[in-house]
């Protein structure tokens, strides 16, 4: 798969996480389009986890989802409904695999290969997950502002603690990613091995 589609879910209520270095949200996005139950705490990183691996901290980040995922499931106002999970990641990630490829905020300097989606999947067997980077999930948000509802293509970009781009196919809509790599991130969020 080259790209993955921009609609999750067939119209119904979402369950959405915002996975950040600083502070990670989570909310019950209705079929009207409101948030509700909007929950946030400091986020489970490498700062408030010093000396665990990139692994570990996973681990606590796939229990902290799959609880809140429990927490809305058990609400009256799902009444037993478990519909899909969305996710930001503030992270380079492969689209295909959603396996995270590094994050300084939140992993640190440990680089490895850690599957989220596969971390979750242990807590939440039989859940639909979608995972997508933290641009990219702002580009699909401002793909759907009224002021760019005719546009063809989209480009957002950022530059803060790294620097990203991301593309959006409008008249598919799709967003690509590489075909191979599926990589979909940002630059700040790669370790570089540099000397002069």
């Given at each position: 798969?080259?790209?993955?589609?921009?609609?999750?879910?067939?119209?119904?209520?979402v369950i959405?996480?915002?996975?950040?270095?600083?502070?990670?949200?989570?909310?019950?996005?209705?079929?009207?389009?409101?948030?509700?139950?909007?929950?946030?705490?400091?986020?489970?990183?490498?700062?408030?986890?010093?000396?665990?691996?990139?692994?570990?901290?996973?681990?606590?980040?796939?229990?902290?989802?799959?609880?809140?995922?429990?927490?809305?499931?058990?609400?009256?106002?799902?009444?037993?409904?478990?519909?899909?999970?969305?996710?930001?990641?503030?992270?380079?990630?492969?689209?295909?695999?959603?396996?995270?490829?590094?994050?300084?905020?939140?992993?640190?300097?440990?680089?490895?290969?850690?599957?989220?989606?596969?971390?979750?999947?242990?807590?939440?067997?039989?859940?639909?997950?979608?995972?997508?980077?933290?641009?990219?999930?702002?580009?699909?948000?401002?793909?759907?502002?009224?002021?760019?509802?005719?546009?063809?293509?989209?480009?957002?970009?950022?530059?803060?603690?790294?620097?990203?781009?991301?593309?959006?196919?409008?008249?598919?809509?799709?967003v690509p990613?590489?075909?191979?790599?599926?990589?979909?991130?940002?630059?700040?969020?790669?370790?570089?091995?540099?000397?002069?």
């Open positions: 798969m080259n790209e993955f589609p921009v609609a999750l879910g067939n119209g119904g209520e959405t996480f915002d996975i950040g270095g600083t502070s990670f949200r989570s909310a019950l996005l209705t079929r009207e389009g409101r948030l509700t139950g909007v929950q946030r705490i400091p986020s489970i990183n490498c700062r408030s986890m010093p000396g665990r691996s990139a692994a570990d901290i996973v681990d606590e980040i796939a229990a902290y989802i799959a609880k809140t995922v429990n927490s809305f499931w058990h609400s009256p106002v799902l009444a037993g409904r478990h519909p899909a999970i969305a996710i930001s990641l503030g992270a380079a990630l492969n689209a295909h695999t959603g396996q995270i490829l590094g994050s300084g905020p939140i992993l640190g300097e440990d680089s490895t290969s850690c599957d989220l989606d596969r971390a979750i999947r242990l807590h939440l067997p039989e859940v639909s997950i979608t995972i997508v980077n933290d641009v990219t999930a702002s580009l699909i948000a401002h793909s759907q502002l009224p002021s760019f509802r005719n546009a063809r293509r989209l480009a957002l970009i950022t530059v803060s603690t790294g620097i990203a781009s991301r593309v959006l196919n409008c008249s598919v809509p799709h990613v590489d075909p191979v790599l599926g990589t979909q991130g940002e630059i700040g969020h790669h370790r570089v091995a540099f000397s002069l």
